[in-house]
């Protein structure tokens, strides 16, 4: 009947989204706590497959070792879902970890893993990035050591990018508590030994020949991440050492802190690096990059802003403590400096040098968003070609902007705070100080960094309805889902045709909620009646949690990871039949995904929702109610009556085939804790970037 089985589905939903948007643990051996003004955190990027999914259990289980808990971990798939690879990223482990996948070409012969070392990159939350195979173990002082040797080189004022030294292991791993580190060095890397006692240091080297690069988003950003184009593996990594080297940073080796390589068969098939002709390919195209380069004005203003100074860093968010603090009540304040950190997901890639135009904040409900904002976004950019574009609005939503360069997430802290608003609720003042606060922050950062005089912000947090419905004022489109999140929805999606559910669940205005034993009745009908399964969507914060562990022809995604649910809902929503919610922002969602929707209101938006905001003419059927009473046996005559017309039977898709039983409930996973200090100490050439920031205040009528 689903996708996969057992234990495996008890597990899956409400771990994924529980351990990835928690805070971070500060763990025992920790010498450095996390501060508001240094860089503490690092995203360790594993690509990895389903055949490598033994050793990348054992690479997890040495960083679940670690004596400093200051990082996560980024587990992208290289192809489809596999149960393998989820199953890992499901596990109870003592760090954060997050899922992604990567879709696959059609030739076999390209390196598909730089695709997926991109992908990590691109969604790390962290300043610290560090790509790393996925066979690779670590010792458990590993983090600690490499931390602290990255506050060292940042100390010199000088971009940098660092390597840990690698070894491979004597045998293969079978007790991560009696672990055998014996150890040889391959020949091609003789130059870069190490060894695990000696002290933690940094060793300048000129260049290095291919190594695991550890550096700062941004010079990933600037150096244009790693080349999609080789075929087999390792001329990828050799290629972006020379444009490292080209740049001029500054190179160090990583005494003391060691990778260990762990010992397997080959299991690259196609990824046979040693082919004449892959290796003869590589080598022109390696050659042809670098002629390219010598004449490529793009490359030179990045070398440029590469081998500018390292500029007085502003950390993401902090100005929400610092700048701001004269202005907000102490008790708005939050003790977690992560939690006001602005998350930048990189989209697609941008010149560095053009303006920033940022739309947002957002911070009004989803239905509004759908029906008065994205849109006007996507109309907007149609008159800004050239610029860098930046959405900034609710944690998950960039599937909504697939046109921009980057989506900045709210800090988590305020939108916890925001949840509970509606319609009729005014955000209070201080929370929409401290979303623009924040926002300003890593605009600044970035005007700083880039040279950039202008910033652009059209939107402005007192008024978030500003936009019409009108064609002139925004422009609609189908929403769809891009290939990876397609591939996950169809790895979890039912094997009969489904109906999409928004059984929302209000604090306030309480009349619109129709029971949760409602919405358990209409599962069990919809499958024993007609034949559907049923997929729950929404946020767990406000959606009903019904329980499904004992409804196979049910699955609920509420509790998917936060920065994937919504695209994953679209993917869905792409697929089903049709979809039935209570009056919320769902239904608007389902219609500008093409998806017929069955909606259950009130006496005054029947209109709104079939209408008016419904651009793309979508089937809606809004089923009005004096004071949103719909009982229950009328309810399900009604929706029987709207499934049995002919367009239904037309739209609903192949059937898949029958896999066992069981799949997405489980156990919510402990929240994180998250132990921090504050740091005292004034910021170098404060009173310079208050001037910069109290100009680009002026400019953009702040």
Known sequence: MYRNSGKFRENFSNSLESKTDRGFISGPGSNSPPTRNTLTVISIVLPTARAWADLTLWTLRSYDTQTNKNFEVILV????????????????????IRYFNSPRTADPNLAHKNHARNVGIKNARFDIVFPCDCDFMVMSNFIERVLALYALALAQGQKFCLYPPCAILENSPHDINDMDWSHKFDAFLSDYRSHPDRDAALRPIQAHPEGMHLMDRKLFELLGFYDERF?????????????????????????????????????????????????????ELMEDLGRKRLNDEAWKKRKTMIQLPAQTKIPQGSLVLDWFIDR???????????????????????????????????????????????????????????????????????????????????????????????????????????????????????????????????????????????????????????????????????????????????????????????????????????????????????????????????????????????????ALLNQSVASIGSECGGPFLALLCGCPSYVMGGTEWKQRYEVDENPLGTECLYVESSGYAHPLESTMQGVGEWLSRESFRARRPAPVAPANPSFLSGEIHPDWSVQVTTNPTPQPDRLSILKRLERLEREVGM
């Open 231 to 283: 075929l087999g593996w390792g001329a990828n990594k050799m290629e972006l050492q020379r444009r490292i080297n080209e740049a001029g940073i500054k190179q160090a080796l990583l005494e003391g802190c060691m990778l260990f390589h762990q010992p397997h068969p080959d299991l690259h098939s196609g990824d046979n690096h040693k082919r004449p002709e892959i290796k003869r390919h590589n080598i």
């Open 328 to 570: 907000l009540p102490p008790s708005s304040l939050s003790e977690n400096p992560y939690s006001q950190r602005i998350e930048r997901t990189i989209l697609k890639g941008s010149d560095p040098t053009a303006p920033i135009v940022l739309f947002g904040p957002w911070i009004g409900e989803f239905g509004w968003e759908i029906a008065r904002w994205q849109g006007a976004v996507r109309r907007i950019t149609e008159d800004h070609d050239g610029y860098t574009l930046v959405v900034c609005g609710d944690p998950g939503h960039a599937s909504l902007y697939p046109y921009a360069h980057e989506y900045w997430s709210l800090p988590r802290g305020l939108y916890e705070q925001l949840l509970t608003r509606e319609s009729e609720r005014l955000i209070p003042e201080d929370a929409a100080a401290r979303a623009m606060a924040a926002v300003y922050g890593v605009l600044a950062e970035e005007v700083l960094q880039k040279g950039c005089d202008l910033a652009h912000v059209p939107a402005s947090h007192k008024n978030t309805r500003i936009f019409s419905s009108s064609p002139d004022s925004q422009r609609f489109v189908k929403i769809e889902s891009d290939r990876a999140d397609a591939e996950f929805a169809e790895f979890i999606r039912p094997a009969s045709d489904y109906v999409c559910l928004f059984p929302r669940r209000r604090d306030l205005n309480k009349q619109k909620n129709w029971p949760i034993e409602n919405w358990e009745k209409l599962i069990d009908w919809l499958h024993e009646d007609r034949g559907l399964g049923s997929v729950i969507l929404g946020r767990s914060e406000d959606t009903w949690n019904i329980d499904v562990s004992g409804r196979p022809h049910a699955i609920s995604t509420i509790s998917l990871q936060q920065d994937r649910r919504l695209g994953i809902n679209i």
């Open 77 to 96: 798939e290289d192809g489809a879902p596999s149960r393998e690879i989820v199953d890992l990223s499901i596990r109870q482990w003592t760090f954060p």
